[in-house]
């Protein structure tokens, strides 16, 4: 049984660059989160998708956007990058419930420059 | 604002010992809770999920819940030096809340 699978692993871009990260969920997990991780820190919610729609949304800007396919994996996308978005980018499946545990990709680490 | 405090530590423990790792929590509506490890460089994975109030034992971890203090806890007992990382608590009430993690160092 596959787990949660990220791609890519590493990203370096350069400031005003725009970002495309990947997520496939757990097989059975329909709903997937994107949470942003800096250094020394707890992961913050970016937002939520469900049924291929944004279903809750974190305290990020417009710059962060995402799309959750018909199979339920879902993209993130960063617009005009910016040195401050640097940081682990982890996508978490879980089942449709909102209380349900969230399971962990790998995560991919973005470095702007 | 919703809120997640744990103590940064470090905490360190002889191996063997056990080892107590505290969360508060700010949201009196929240409904389950989990703790997480996460390895340096590693994403985080899931040690335990409780619901309701009083102790939930899975091997040598025992989450404790007190819903009227918001207080949650971990207890790793015959702690192990692979036991050494950060733990995460997570609160859940429609929405994730993390703490910003506890680093527990494990001396053999």
């Known amino acids: 049984d596959a787990g949660v699978t990220q791609s890519p692993t590493h990203l370096i871009k350069t400031r005003g660059q725009q970002v495309t990260l990947r997520c496939s969920p757990k097989?059975?997990?329909?709903?997937v989160s994107w949470y942003q991780q800096a250094l020394g820190q707890g992961p913050q919610f970016i937002f939520q998708?469900?049924?291929?729609?944004?279903?809750q949304r974190g305290n990020f800007p417009d710059r962060f956007s995402g799309h959750q396919f018909p199979n339920y994996s879902s993209e993130l996308n960063v617009n005009a990058l910016l040195l401050g978005d640097s940081a682990l980018y982890l996508c978490?499946?879980?089942?449709?419930?909102?209380?349900?545990?969230?399971?962990f990709g790998p995560g991919t680490r973005l470095l702007v420059l | 604002q919703k809120e997640v405090e744990q103590n940064s530590g470090p905490l360190s423990v002889p191996e063997g010992a056990i080892a107590s790792l505290n969360c508060t929590y700010s949201?009196?509506?929240?409904?389950?809770f989990f703790w997480y490890r996460q390895y340096s460089g590693k994403s985080p994975e899931l040690i335990m999920s409780?619901?309701s109030n009083g102790d939930k034992e899975d091997g040598r971890f025992t989450a404790q819940l007190n819903k009227a203090s918001q207080y949650v806890s971990l207890l790793i007992r015959d702690s192990q030096p692979s036991d050494s990382a950060t733990y995460l608590c997570?609160?859940?009430?429609?929405?994730?809340?993390w703490g910003a993690g506890t680093k527990l160092i494990i001396k053999p």
């Open positions: 978490a499946s879980s089942p449709g419930q909102v209380q349900e545990t969230q399971y």
């Open positions: 097989s059975g997990h329909d709903t």
């Open positions: 998708y469900y049924e291929e729609e944004e279903r």
């Open positions: 949201d009196r509506g929240s409904q389950s």
């Open positions: 409780i619901y």
């Open positions: 997570a609160v859940n009430n429609y929405q994730l809340i």
